[in-house]
């Protein structure tokens, strides 16, 4: 078994976790976050005052025009999992996709509205299999797999998107520094995975999203109900997020996510509390993940119920960042069936657009949790374009 032990756990999670005040603080959070803002609004419509070029709303002096970008990164990467009473499984290329390539760009058509776009794709430069290791062997030797493609326009009252793209609860409060790499944590069991949670995509979609000051919010809605294409999301489908930064004192970050699955009629349901402040001229970031789980089977088995504690912190001094996370997770319904789970992650920035890295993580599953003790640890090499 390769869990390690974390002396501080024990006194972290009694001080920060306390759950009858955790489920008061939940409920007041959500009422807090639409009330703030909503303060703000107050006595008459949003104005362009308020609407700054860089956030998701056209800018009234865009000029008419069209632009467009190649972009993407690359990854060349060693990795070596080990399941407990096996051998370990050795790599040098992604084995997860995590390559891309895309385009992306925007046309303004006057009087702050604009027409924007971005498609891309998982490339995989080791093998040329861009699926993944996590897929049917009828889905593998795809060079390319498409990730998200969208079009959609920038209005002085938000952005709207049509297509494939990440859902709010997958890109909000995204602070695991290993995201994407074989030893994030929603590999690890640390977080909840799946669509309505941390990974994929969803089609056949639409998508709206409004920033204004430090408040950020989006909806997403499955659009589409066709027998022919069982990739689409069902068009009762919904999710949504809030974020509001700086909430109350400066650096201090809230997040309250949703996605709820029509055919399953079950949901999941996440809040963050963010911190990042400053030791001398580095910059440090904790945070605190909980999550109400309902809609993974491969965390929580049979049911896919559970909760979860995620807690973590980031330091970043000069071009290198560090990273330190624990989770506990627990079954709703089958005893002794949750698990603990840790990583550490480092980048290193070489230049503006590369880096490199390394990850450890740990996964110690209970008796009845139904996945064997397993530990993965990379080392690798990005570049970006």
């Not at 897929?135 to 390319?144: C, G, I, L, R």
């Not at 290993?178 to 639409?206: E, F, K």
């Not at 088995?301 to 330091?315: R, S």
Request: no cysteine; charged share 20%; proline share 2%.
């Amino acid at each position: 078994m390769y869990h390690q032990p974390y002396p501080f756990k024990e006194t972290l999670i009694n001080v920060i976790k306390q759950e009858e005040i955790m489920k008061q603080l939940q409920k007041y959070l959500v009422l807090a976050l639409l009330a703030v803002p909503l303060v703000g609004f107050t006595g008459g419509a949003m104005t362009n005052s308020v609407i700054k070029p860089n956030e998701a709303v056209a800018s009234p002096a865009l000029k008419k025009g069209s632009s467009a970008k190649l972009y993407g990164r690359l990854w060349a990467q060693y990795s070596n999992e080990k399941t407990d009473g096996s051998n370990a499984q050795t790599a040098i290329f992604d084995d997860e996709g995590m390559g891309r390539i895309g385009f992306k760009g925007k046309n303004a058509i006057g009087n702050g509205y604009a027409v924007n776009y971005k498609v891309e794709w998982a490339i995989d430069i080791g093998d040329g299999d861009a699926a993944g290791l996590k897929v049917s062997n009828s889905e593998k030797s795809n060079p390319f797999s498409l990730k998200q493609g969208w079009l959609g326009m920038l209005t002085p009252y938000g952005q709207f998107k049509f297509g494939s793209m990440e859902s709010p609860y997958k890109y909000l409060a995204k602070h695991d520094i290993l995201h994407d790499s074989l030893a994030q944590m929603r590999d690890t069991n640390g977080i909840s995975a799946g669509t309505m949670s941390h990974s994929s995509y969803w089609r056949g979609s639409a998508f709206y999203e409004l920033k204004s000051g430090n408040l950020r919010f989006a909806v997403i809605k499955g659009m589409t109900a066709h027998d022919g294409d069982a990739k689409v999301n069902s068009k009762g489908d919904i999710g949504y997020g809030v974020e509001y930064k700086n909430f109350l004192i400066k650096g201090f970050d809230v997040v309250h996510a949703y996605n709820h699955d029509e055919s399953a009629d079950e949901m999941n349901r996440k809040y963050t509390l963010t911190y990042n402040t400053k030791l001398g001229d580095n910059k440090v970031k904790v945070w605190y993940m909980h999550e109400d789980v309902e809609l993974d089977t491969s965390m929580f088995k049979t049911t896919g119920n559970g909760e979860v504690d995620w807690y973590g912190i980031t330091y970043k001094t000069g071009p290198m960042t560090l990273m330190y996370t624990i989770s506990e997770s627990d079954h709703d319904t089958i005893a002794n069936a949750g698990g603990d789970a840790y990583s550490l992650g480092m980048q290193y920035k070489l230049s503006k657009t590369s880096r490199l890295y390394a990850g450890l993580s740990d996964y110690d599953g209970e008796s009845a949790a139904g996945d064997t003790d397993y530990r993965t640890y990379i080392l690798g090499l990005r570049h970006d374009f």
